[in-house]
């Protein structure tokens, strides 16, 4: 399968899961409304089709033609207009939708909501809902803090609605702070997760991903090329299946992964430190479920890190660096669970990315290196390995299991590497 194949087929299973997807989307008075046609577009893109709902102060910043524009449907803004259910539009729409989006979910809509008002085609729709309900906040940072709008999200919490933001940043108002309508990719996301079978709820992933850097100096260091995308692909999937995910990474490009416990590390010795804080505080309540170390771990760090930029002197050729060996958390963990009874331990899962006589080698690992799954890659197989989108792995386990899966990409790769794990619950 070349890059273009596997790009596709990970497009066709999101395709296929939004496919005919209803989502009724009810848009309040804000200035966040207008970012909404790109929420619509976007769904629509994914193959699900939406109705806008809106407030009649929705319809000043945005007009219903433009919705019924860009959704392809109908706009519902009236309770009393008699619809093709005989004025039941609120109860229809609500029944008929897999989800119900509610962005932005402006300061009064949200207090509405809280209190069970229903004096408008919005509120009465929401109200009838009986199925999963996204909340998608945008107002003014002095609204979203005031204690009155925080004790109506948290009545709405507690009443089971899912929320994805606000964010923090500039705001219409021309204030900075929290406010800000989640970004477009955020809300899918959060969305899509609404609709996810939660396999895994309950069950608690510790991840690590990314490379780590060993500092020669405030300029320099030594690191690789890993961009973390395998990491986030697992983290995600884990994330989708409902379990909740510590994510403790080395500095990469990538966008934190909503709804995850995001630790950003440097150094292998950080990241060694945050693994270990993380086991030791869930290891009581036996609160850790699985351990996946995707995590490109520089082997050795330099003796000394000099405190100034070391300086170029024509005597200094050749340079010596001397390094010194880190600490292994994979060893680490795979001892204290040699401790351990079977049930008392989470899963461990390492990585192993060789170049050449891939699963010769992930055999000697996983002799040397205690885990219950080894993943192993070949950096040498195109498609293969640091950077791509995409990944060719075979599993390895203490039984003597060698499964190769043919090449996929890193979101495939993941999310059957999360069922997997599952299986062995
Ligand atoms: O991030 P990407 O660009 O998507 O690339 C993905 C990847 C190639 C980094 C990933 O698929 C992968 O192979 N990760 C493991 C990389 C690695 O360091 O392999 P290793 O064979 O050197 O280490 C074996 C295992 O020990 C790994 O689980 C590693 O996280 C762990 N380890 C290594 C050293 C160390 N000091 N501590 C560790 O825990």
Known sequence: MD???TKLSSLGCTLQFWHKKKISLVVGG???AY??????RGLKAQGAEVTVIGTEAATRFVTPLTFHAISGHPFYGDLFHPGE?????HIRLAREADLV??????ADLMAKMAHGLANDLATAMILARRGPLLVAPAMNVAMWEHPATQR???RLKGDGLVFCGPEAGALACGEEGMGRLAGVDTILEAARRCLEDKTLAGKHFLLTAGPTREELDPVRYLSNHSSGKMGWAIAQAALRAGAQVTLVHGPVHLPPLWGAKMV????ACDMFAAVMDCWETCQPSRSLDAIILTAAVADFRPVVRSSEKIKKTSSMTPMNIELEANPDILLELGRRHGAMENHQRPILVGFAAETG???ERGREKLARKPCDLLVVNDLMEEGAGFMVDTNRVTLLDRDGLEETWPLMSKDAVGARLVEAVAARF
């Open 3 to 5: 890059n273009i194949d």
């Open 30 to 32: 804000g200035i966040a």
């Open 35 to 40: 970012r909404v046609l790109d929420l619509i």
């Open 85 to 89: 259910e005989g004025g039941m539009d």
């Open 101 to 106: 989006i509610v962005a932005p979910a402006t």
């Open 152 to 154: 109506n999200v948290e």
């Open 264 to 267: 950003p590390v440097t150094s």
């Open 357 to 359: 006589r891939a699963v």
